[in-house]
């Protein structure tokens, strides 16, 4: 799985957009980039993913870039329930198996 | 829903003791994971398994075991416990079927103090 780097740590005020960059330079034509949350005590949870397209659902938007080298997801009007760390992923979905590898993260903090 | 639950939220054993965590899916998905998670460190693979008996280390094995008789069971073994296992340990499932293409579900944690 390819690589993915992430700002260790990012703030955002409660209502406003939360913009989390990843940076994949060595993504692969086939892999996907995949993004989870984990609030505190809890097990990460899905939000998000993309090939190429931007994408758009209930909790997020998935910005990636023509080149797909990097990514940005948006948490459109950040609230305090989404304080967390963020894990942006890439790796092939079509696979029978997956192995799916962390990085570090960004944890950001919504402040009120 | 995905239920992915595991045995015990905390759990306090002596060194040297063999562990069992428990991990229980309800989705009849084929892939299983065991995940520990320390602090700066993230996620970190110990062991996963894609299929009934079958099994695959991840970054981090040592020390461990697994077992998954069943399809919706996966059991992490530390087969003599120490202190460095401290941790938390985080129990996965994904697959093939259910809305996202290989979404991974995950457990609540089960924290294991090794004294």
């Known amino acids: 799985d390819a690589k993915t780097t992430q700002p260790p740590s990012m703030d955002c005020a409660e209502g406003r957009a939360a913009n989390l960059p990843c940076n994949h330079s060595?993504?692969?034509?086939?892999?996907?980039v995949y993004w989870y949350r984990q609030i505190h005590s809890q097990g990460p949870q899905y939000i998000i993913h993309?090939?190429?397209n931007n994408e758009t659902n209930e909790m997020a938007s998935l910005i990636i870039t023509e080149d797909r080298k990097s990514s940005t997801l948006i948490l459109p009007h950040a609230t305090l329930r989404d304080t967390a760390v963020y894990y942006c992923?890439?790796?092939?979905?079509?696979?029978?198996?997956?192995?799916?590898?962390f990085g570090p993260g960004t944890s950001l903090s919504v402040i009120p | 829903d995905v239920k992915v639950t595991q045995s015990s939220r905390y759990l306090v054993k002596r060194t040297g003791e063999k562990v069992f965590l428990e991990c229980v899916q309800d989705?009849?998905?084929?892939?299983m994971f065991w995940y520990r998670q320390d602090p700066g460190l993230g996620l970190r693979l110990i062991y996963f398994?894609?299929?009934?008996?079958?099994?695959e280390k991840g970054d981090i094995p040592e020390g461990y075991s697994v077992s998954r008789e069943k399809k919706e069971r996966f059991s992490l073994i530390l087969e003599s416990a120490s202190t460095n296992q401290t941790s938390m340990y985080l129990c996965?499932?994904?697959?093939?079927?259910?809305?996202?293409?290989?979404?991974?579900?995950f457990g609540p944690g089960t924290r294991l103090t090794v004294l």
């Open positions: 992923i890439v790796r092939v979905a079509e696979t029978s198996y997956d192995k799916v590898i």
């Open positions: 060595t993504i692969s034509g086939n892999e996907y």
């Open positions: 993309g090939l190429k």
């Open positions: 989705m009849d998905h084929e892939n």
């Open positions: 398994s894609y299929d009934v008996k079958m099994k």
């Open positions: 996965g499932c994904g697959g093939t079927s259910g809305r996202v293409y290989n979404e991974q579900f």
